[in-house]
């Protein structure tokens, strides 16, 4: 069983930058892949990053490639979401989950997730 928190949310100002972080209970952080996702009011939840367990891999959706980083630190069992130039699109519940199938995009291949954190971007 891993139970994840998710920290950092908040709100901004269009422009501006955030780090969410995810912390995870357990012996076995580093045999997970983690993925972070994030849901607007009235859409679907969508793939945002994933991070190898490792860490030697990592993949971002095309919306945020270039504006925010995935990064963990097993020692810490925290995987974090690194976001700067923050669009009001980018506002929504985000969420850190852990697969143990390895590192993807796909919401159903994950096994554990948080409990969600706001993010909201103002204009």
């Known amino acids: 069983q891993v139970q994840l928190v998710e920290s950092g949310g908040g709100l901004v100002q269009a422009g501006g930058s955030l780090r969410l972080s995810c912390a995870a209970s357990?012996?076995?952080?580093?045999?997970?892949?983690m993925g972070w996702f994030r849901q607007a009011p009235g859409k679907e939840r969508e793939f945002v990053a994933v991070?190898?367990?490792?860490?030697?891999?990592?993949y971002h959706a095309d919306s945020v490639k270039g504006r925010f980083t995935i990064s963990r630190d097993n020692a810490k069992n925290t995987v974090y979401l690194q976001m700067n130039k923050l669009k009001p699109e980018d506002t929504a519940v985000y969420y850190c989950?852990?697969?143990?199938?390895?590192?993807?995009?796909?919401?159903?291949?994950?096994?554990?997730w948080g409990q969600g954190t706001q993010v909201t971007v103002s204009s």
């Open positions: 991070i190898s367990g490792s860490g030697g891999s990592t």
């Open positions: 357990g012996r076995t952080f580093s045999t997970y892949a």
């Open positions: 989950a852990a697969s143990r199938a390895g590192a993807s995009s796909g919401s159903n291949l994950y096994d554990y």
